[in-house]
């Protein structure tokens, strides 16, 4: 055998083994990978969306809580655009989750923004329930938000307690709202004020009572408030617990001016 056929043969081996490091080290680096690695790479990338969620979730929540309580000022808007389609879409969405009684709601662009019930029937010439929840307004009356007073307080209540939260959250540790006192600010005048209008109704021997706005919102509000309150300070010490978890984990965290880094791609 000749001195450059012993020469290729001992050279084989060593640039087979320089062809699986370089495949390892692709493989490590990501440019190619076991289909075993698969199942890792879903957990690390679901790690990295609860990790997303642990850190924001505060924006998240008032995002929505200002989506659900806004959009409803929409459909009286449309309203008054002409384009009744997606302002009654709007009317839509929304009644599963309200009763729209037009004497228990807001209007906007007419004569005034509240009708109670005794002037609502003067102007409409009924009352009845399922009439006042069908009535979306006219151009003198005006045309009612798509959410009645009540959940209009409540969820504009819990927006703004979200965003309470957000700024003193880290200047100092705000203690959940307790669930006696949640009771007595939150659920009791609400279902005193909204319980005894309802009775109201059921039972004939009783006389007909109508709350009034003011009450309505003052009510909503507190309830609101109350419930961002009770709830994200609670939600807040589970997400942190999630944070420490899967910084302590893998590594993720503070970057060197203090604020929280990404994970890693």
Known sequence: MSYEARRADKAAPSLHAQRERSQRKEGDTGGS?????????????????????????????????????????LAPLFMKLGW????????????????QLAFRSWFLFGQQVVYPRDEFAALVGTADWLEARRFVGNETMGYKVALCQRDVAIYGALFLGGLLFALLRHRRRIAPLSLRLF??????????DGGSQMLSYLLPFLPVRESTWYLRVITGALFGLSLAWLAYPNFEEGMADIRQTLEARYGWGPGPSGSPSPPPP
């Open 33 to 73: 990978f076991s289909p075993l690695d698969r199942p890792k790479r879903l957990v690390l990338t679901l790690q990295r969306l609860i990790y997303g969620l642990a850190r924001h979730w505060l924006a998240l929540a008032n995002s929505l809580a200002l989506l659900y309580v806004g959009m409803p000022f």
């Open 84 to 99: 009744s389609s997606p302002a009654h879409l709007l009317y839509t969405v929304y009644s599963p989750f309200c009763h």
């Open 183 to 192: 009771f007595l600010i939150g659920i009791l005048p609400i279902a005193a």
